[in-house]
């Protein structure tokens, strides 16, 4: 293992590559020759990747962001889907999208509307807690231009592990 990494400052091709600090074990990910769906499979259901937290195979009641078989329908190269994974605020739908509320008493909330009537807003925040601000509190509201996921999720991973989740994220159909 060659997991001995350079300060990511370093005048190195691998921080010309990579002007973002996305770490190089991400950017190798997608160069594995092997990829092993199965443990990927196991990564994306365990605690230290956090993916599950966020997206169900199905269920989008319990997704914050699309649930696996979308993005598996919309992303077919794992190359692709590595670039919205390393940079999830590159693009980011609409339904998606992460606001920002501040409330007449300096408090900041963020997250997914999702609802909205007359008298209130009602927030999922990254952390899966649903947050109901009364409109009359309401001081500002902006959409944010970052994504709801988090940068460098994958920066945890090693590149084996990252190209295994990849590769178990793009075999549609094998749950
Ligand atoms: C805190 C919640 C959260 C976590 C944790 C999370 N995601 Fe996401 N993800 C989202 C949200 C919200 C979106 C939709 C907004 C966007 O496109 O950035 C999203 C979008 C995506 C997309 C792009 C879909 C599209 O339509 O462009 C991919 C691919 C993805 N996530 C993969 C992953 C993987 C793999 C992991 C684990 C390593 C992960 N996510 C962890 C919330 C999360």
Redesign the pocket.
């Known amino acids: 293992m060659d997991d001995v990494k350079a300060p990511r400052d370093a005048d190195s091709a691998g921080s010309l590559r990579n002007p973002a600090g996305v770490s190089e074990s991400e950017i190798r990910a997608a160069d594995q020759p092997e990829r092993n769906p199965g443990r990927g499979k196991l990564i994306?259901y365990s605690d230290g990747?956090?993916?599950r937290?966020?997206?169900d195979l199905n269920d989008a009641a319990k997704s914050?962001?699309?649930t696996l078989t979308?993005?598996r329908k919309?992303?077919t190269k794992p190359e692709e889907?590595l670039q919205?994974?390393l940079k999830?605020?590159l693009?980011?739908?609409e339904k998606?999208a992460?606001w920002v509320v501040i409330t007449d008493k300096g408090q900041v909330h963020s997250g997914?509307i999702l609802s909205q009537t007359d008298d209130e807003v009602v927030l999922k925040t990254?952390e899966r807690k649903t947050v109901r601000v009364a409109k009359t509190e309401i001081d500002e509201m902006k959409k944010s231009p970052l994504?709801?996921?988090?940068e460098g999720?994958?920066s945890d991973l090693t590149a084996q592990e990252a190209a295994d989740?990849l590769a178990w994220?793009g075999a549609a159909g094998s749950g």
Do not use: Q, W
């Open positions: 994306f990747a956090r993916c937290n966020c997206h914050t962001g699309p979308e993005i919309k992303y889907m919205h994974i999830p605020s693009k980011v739908d998606f992460m997914l990254a994504s709801l996921m988090p999720i994958l989740l994220f």
